[in-house]
């Protein structure tokens, strides 16, 4: 099935990628190498290597359609790969659901906000994290008291001042805030952040992005998402740019300028 | 990440604490999927009470008889409802509850009556008619079960797989029975526990009243009432975060076979005959009763307080058509008119918020 499913995507792969990279020092926390990700006949992710580090801040850069949403949700385990191999901490791994991407300690923060609508925010903060009992009840009153120290420390949301406010209530910015809220508070070694400024306010943004040098200096490596170069330079420590499916451009922060990568998202 | 933040998160907690009880009943009704229907069922009950003061003799509404047989004509419906709502809440319908209705109670007075489990037989036994019941219950959930396998397997809207299956209950009914009516007049102590009384309470209502805390506990406090919601407000995000959509659905319908033999067997037991028809539309009018209390057609809101309003809400406007001597057919113009109604009234209060 496997070897099957390779041999056809060498025919089908519009050309042979460039691998620019800057080789992984130490052994990464994840690895992702050749994967091939297809829906029918088109090709999202081609032979695509990526890899985050311990302690690192990684930009993931690209225009629309480069593949940058299909490789988070394939980390998060909600998108497996065609074919391709994925090693966490150096071990081979299958990231076939979330539970996968769970116990690989990855936590993902969704560009389509990953919240019930019609549920109090508390109950989304620990939806399928429930705090219960050993009958599985729910114990609301130590849900509150964290949902109430979460929602205080981990982002400035606005606005929000009530857990029990049902989330469809709220506006795009404090939705977003509440899924960052959550994803930091069940924060494992990874944090996936795709696209998460895009219905920030420029003061929820800073916030943001302070709080992702704050994890970093706590021991969490982060990949950020995002269309916004001067974000991504402000805390990212290496940038890797895609293009149609594929790595154009790979570089460590010192080693380039935010002109350079500017350059290599537009042209490519 | 100074904890002083939250400070105004507790402030905002202790003014909603703080709150006048008017004011924390009005936002109650406000954000509850069933405070509206909520409202209208006091001021049905309230006008129908004060009626009943007002023309003790002509209006019977507060007499014992008429009581008793409300609350009798509640039971099955609710029971059923129960199972229906919970289902709903998860994201999916089941069209077959009716059919499952008949057919369980078939199955089990018909094993019960084989066992000896018949208050008139030769040497009857009291534990045949609990053995009828269990195999009944366990078609009711193995129903359910199959309903999700096909619903989920073959991705396809439930409305459609529970639709062939009422059909094909309604056939198996017939298969099974045939179509005349079965005696089902079960052996002490079953009979006691599920058609005797307290007062004008019958058995059947102390029943619907048990699951309605118990189906409370569950889906308000419980990790897996949780999940429900989960997954009928937004199935991608429950998957994002690691629930399993598969699995939570599964339960959820075989609780809406389970709770549809339930009200089945209560009926059958109640009535002391069971007609292998008898449960055919009552899916829909359990639908509507989920529907009159708050639940959202696409799944994600409901509460259990709301099947039981709703529910009771139809049947006192029955009763009150009856009692008032209006046709019968005026109660489904009436529940036609009261499902439209409460959906419209809660609509316009969420729009307020």
């Not at chain 1, 293009?243 to 350059?263: L, N, Q, Y």
Request: glycine letters at 10%; aromatic letters at 8%; a positive charge.
């Amino acid at each position: 099935m496997m070897n099957a499913s390779t041999a056809k995507v060498e025919v089908i792969a519009p050309r042979e990628p460039r691998s620019p990279g800057v080789k992984p020092a130490g052994t990464p926390l994840l690895e992702m190498r050749n994967i091939v990700k297809r829906y029918g006949a088109f090709v999202a992710l081609n032979r695509m290597n990526f890899h985050i580090g311990e302690n690192e801040v990684v930009g993931l850069l690209g225009d629309n359609g480069a593949g940058k949403s299909t490789l988070v949700k394939m980390m998060s385990g909600i998108n497996p790969p065609t074919s391709g191999e994925i090693y966490a901490r150096g071990g081979k791994v299958a990231l076939n659901c979330r539970a996968d991407s769970e116990a690989a300690g990855i936590e993902t923060i969704y560009q389509d906000i990953a919240l019930v609508d019609s549920m109090p925010i508390t109950r989304n903060i620990f939806m399928g994290r429930e705090i219960t009992n050993r009958w599985g009840f729910m114990k609301h009153k130590a849900m509150e008291r964290t949902a109430i120290e979460i929602l205080g420390s981990a982002v400035q949301i606005s606005g929000i001042d009530d857990p029990e406010k049902e989330v469809g209530f709220l506006s795009g910015g404090q939705k977003q805030a509440v899924a960052i809220a959550r994803a930091v508070h069940f924060k494992r070694n990874i944090l996936l952040l795709d696209e998460p400024t895009s219905a920030l306010s420029v003061r929820e943004t800073e916030h943001l992005l302070g709080y992702v040098r704050d994890l970093k200096s706590e021991g969490t490596s982060s990949v950020l998402v995002t269309h916004n170069i001067y974000h991504a330079f402000q805390v990212c420590d290496r940038f890797v740019v895609m293009s149609h499916g594929a790595k154009v451009f790979e570089a460590r922060k010192e080693d380039t300028t935010i002109e350079e990568v500017t350059d290599h998202v537009i042209r490519t | 990440m100074s904890v002083s933040q939250s400070a105004h998160i507790h402030a905002a907690i202790a003014a909603r604490n703080d709150r006048s009880l008017a004011a924390k009943a009005i936002d109650w009704i406000r954000t509850r999927p069933e405070g509206g229907i909520a409202v209208l069922f006091v001021l049905v009950q309230i006008a129908c009470v004060a009626g009943a003061l007002a023309f003790p003799t002509s209006f019977r509404y507060l007499s014992e008889p008429n009581i008793a047989v409300l609350l009798k004509s509640i039971a099955p419906i609710g029971i059923m409802a129960l199972g229906v709502g919970v289902l709903m809440i998860a994201g999916e319908f089941d069209l077959s509850v009716g059919a499952l209705y008949s057919f369980c109670a078939i199955v089990a007075a018909t094993l019960s009556n084989q066992w000896g489990g018949d208050a008139g037989a030769e040497g009857a036994s009291s534990l045949a008619p609990f053995g009828g019941m269990l195999v009944g219950l366990a078609i009711g959930t193995l129903a359910g079960v199959i309903h999700a396998l096909v619903t989920l397997r073959f991705n396809i809207p439930s409305f459609i797989t529970t639709l062939g299956a009422m059909l094909l209950w309604k056939g198996a009914t017939l298969l099974y029975h045939g179509a005349a009516s079965l005696r089902f007049k079960p052996t002490e102590p079953f009979d006691t526990i599920f058609d005797g009384s307290l007062g004008v309470v019958h058995a059947s209502i102390i029943w619907f009243a048990v699951f309605a805390v118990i189906f409370h506990f569950i889906l308000h406090h419980h990790r897996i009432g949780n999940h429900f919601f989960a997954v009928g407000g937004n199935q991608k995000a429950a998957v994002a975060i690691g629930i399993n959509p598969t699995r939570t659905k599964i339960i959820a319908f075989a609780i809406a076979g389970f709770m549809a033999a339930l009200s089945g067997i209560v009926a059958g037991a109640r009535v002391g005959s069971i007609q292998p028809g008898g449960g055919l539309g009552l899916e829909l009018v359990a639908i509507a009763a989920c529907v009159i209390g708050g639940h959202a057609l696409m799944g994600g809101r409901g509460s259990i307080l709301g099947i039981v309003l709703g529910t009771c809400l139809m049947f006192t406007i029955q009763d009150v058509l009856l009692l008032l001597r209006a046709p019968g057919f005026y109660f489904e113009m009436f529940v036609g008119g009261l499902i439209v109604v409460a959906v419209i009234t809660n609509m316009a209060i969420r729009r307020k918020n």
